[in-house]
Nanobody, 122 residues
């Protein structure tokens, strides 16, 4: 069982930066692939990034990869999402999730946090 708690969301101006954190409970954290997803109002939940236990990363597009960085600290049971050059279209609720497999599909993730709101003003 893994419990996830996100933090670090907020209101930021376009072009600004935020770092999201996701604290996980459970001694097996380091064995999970950790992912970040986001969901804007009225839209589907989209994949943002994933990271394996050893630090291998996956991003959906170069546009995201060039602005967002996922990282993890297994000693602290925490995964991070550093977001830079934020745009109004990045506004969404951001969720972290844990999976046994490296995947961009939300259905592959077994555990989810409650989400943290990120709002980017123009």
């Amino acid at each position: 069982q893994v419990q996830l708690v996100e933090s670090g969301g907020g209101l930021v101006q376009a072009g600004g930066s935020l770092r999201l954190s996701c604290a996980a409970s459970g001694r097996t954290f380091s064995t999970y692939v950790m992912g970040w997803f986001r969901q804007a109002p009225g839209k589907e939940r989209d994949f943002v990034a994933a990271i394996t236990w050893s630090g291998g990363t996956t991003y959906p597009t170069d546009s995201v990869k060039n602005r967002f960085t996922i990282s993890r600290d297994n000693a602290k049971n925490t995964v991070y999402l550093q977001m830079t050059s934020l745009k109004p279209e990045d506004t969404a609720v951001y969720y972290c999730a844990a999976s046994q497999t490296r995947s961009a599909l939300s259905s592959a993730y077994d555990y989810w946090g409650q989400g943290t709101q990120v709002t980017v003003s123009s």
